[in-house]
């Protein structure tokens, strides 16, 4: 399976999966169900969606990619992690990398919170 065969939702994921400043292993949390619309700073928007279909697009690149790369993937309920391998399996000092949250329903309420507080503190 290519990156072209991937839906958009899960190249989103994927291209979390690689922290480029240090070149570490990215671990992504995600959910399942997950829709935000993001805005660039030249003020173009764009939607990220991660349902089932990009889940299922996922599990089966994650086993038949064609770039070397080997990925462990977790699920449990609509909660998954996915890890970019080091040398084909998962490094023994994982709680060293970054993980990245943004694409769950909980870390949308959290950023939602922090900014109504710091709203309320420059009144």
Not at 18 to 23: C, E, L, S
């Amino acid at each position: 399976m290519e990156w072209t065969d991937l839906t958009e939702g899960a190249k989103a994921v994927l291209e979390q999966t690689r922290n480029i400043k240090n070149d570490h292993i990215q671990i992504v949390e995600f959910e399942v169900g997950f829709e935000e619309q993001f805005e660039e700073q030249d003020e173009d928007t764009y939607t990220v969606s991660i349902q089932e279909e990009d889940y299922e697009n996922l599990k089966r690149y994650t086993k038949e990619n064609e770039y070397d790369e080997k990925y462990h993937m977790a699920r449990n309920k609509d909660i998954v992690k996915i890890i970019l391998l080091e040398n084909g399996k998962i490094p023994d000092n994982l709680s060293e990398f970054p993980v990245f949250r943004q694409y769950k329903k909980d870390a949308l309420v959290k950023d939602q919170v922090e900014s109504e507080q710091v709203s309320e503190e420059q009144e």
